[in-house]
């Protein structure tokens, strides 16, 4: 159980194009889904955070213009880079908490290497 | 703003041999530790979720620990196998935010 999918696995695109990545919650529900870059020797860190039906939250110095997100269902969130530059190359990890989980647990996707070029 | 630390950045081990490394978060308004484990290619997998101090967990030949009052957790592995090898995240969340905020994981590879 609490399995999470992301797709694109991996993304290769011109530098002024968007690119959407899928998160979905395969056999649970998530009030909440969480997005998470990984610069090179770099940890974990999150940038927005979804709920299911709102606005998402974004975390400080991440441009809510240029990483549109959308939580329409309890199982799919969405993120979208906007003209993509190189310097947005990087991988993109989402997370989901499950509706009865315990103690914020998150349950992660495989994530998403972009490429800009 | 919490600054979660990991120690050592990687670990090389035989088969055979037990291991643990270190996660230090700062402890006011601790809320809950978690740790993750990491192999190439694909999801983290959760592994503990910690809350109170002095907690102690186990699954399989993992086990952790938990002082908050000092700031620290220890992973440890016992008799290594080569699945073992992943990187090894651990994640703070203080109280009010419930945000994971993550260390730069510990890498281990485990030879046969």
Same mark, same amino acid.
């Given at each position: 159980?609490?399995?999470?999918?992301?797709?694109?696995?991996?993304?290769?695109?011109?530098?002024?194009?968007?690119?959407?990545?899928?998160?979905? =919650? *395969?056999?649970?529900? !998530? /009030?909440?889904?969480?997005?998470?870059?990984?610069?090179?020797? @770099? =940890? *974990?860190?999150?940038? !927005? /955070?979804?709920?299911?039906?709102?606005?998402?939250?974004?975390? @400080?110095?991440?441009?809510?213009?240029?990483?549109?997100?959308?939580?329409?269902?309890?199982?799919l969130s969405t993120l979208t880079v906007t003209s993509a530059h190189p310097e947005d190359s990087s991988f993109y990890i989402c997370s989901a908490r499950d509706l009865v989980g315990v103690e914020n647990e998150q349950f992660f996707g495989p994530g998403t290497r972009l490429t800009v070029l | 703003i919490l600054n979660v630390e990991q120690s050592p950045q990687s670990l090389h081990v035989q088969e055979g041999d037990s291991t643990n490394f270190t996660c230090s978060f700062p402890s006011s308004n601790f809320y809950a530790l978690h740790w993750y484990r990491w192999e190439t290619a694909k999801s983290p997998e959760a592994l503990f979720v910690m809350t109170l101090n002095g907690d102690e967990k186990k699954k399989g030949r993992i086990s952790a620990t938990l002082n908050t009052k000092e700031g620290y957790s220890y992973l440890y592995i016992k008799g290594s196998q080569p699945e073992d090898s992943a990187t090894y995240l651990c994640a703070s969340a203080n109280t009010g935010f419930q945000k994971l905020v993550f260390g730069t994981?510990?890498?281990?590879?485990?030879?046969?």
């Amino acid at each position: 159980g609490a399995v999470v999918s992301q797709h694109p696995s991996r993304v290769i695109c011109k530098s002024g194009t968007s690119v959407k990545i899928e998160c979905r =919650s *395969l056999d649970f529900q !998530a /009030t909440t889904m969480f997005w998470y870059r990984q610069f090179p020797k @770099q =940890s *974990l860190m999150l940038m !927005a /955070t979804s709920n299911e039906g709102s606005k998402a939250t974004y975390e @400080q110095g991440v441009e809510k213009d240029k990483f549109l997100i959308n939580h329409a269902s309890l199982t799919l969130s969405t993120l979208t880079v906007t003209s993509a530059h190189p310097e947005d190359s990087s991988f993109y990890i989402c997370s989901a908490r499950d509706l009865v989980g315990v103690e914020n647990e998150q349950f992660f996707g495989p994530g998403t290497r972009l490429t800009v070029l | 703003i919490l600054n979660v630390e990991q120690s050592p950045q990687s670990l090389h081990v035989q088969e055979g041999d037990s291991t643990n490394f270190t996660c230090s978060f700062p402890s006011s308004n601790f809320y809950a530790l978690h740790w993750y484990r990491w192999e190439t290619a694909k999801s983290p997998e959760a592994l503990f979720v910690m809350t109170l101090n002095g907690d102690e967990k186990k699954k399989g030949r993992i086990s952790a620990t938990l002082n908050t009052k000092e700031g620290y957790s220890y992973l440890y592995i016992k008799g290594s196998q080569p699945e073992d090898s992943a990187t090894y995240l651990c994640a703070s969340a203080n109280t009010g935010f419930q945000k994971l905020v993550f260390g730069t994981g510990t890498r281990l590879l485990v030879s046969p």
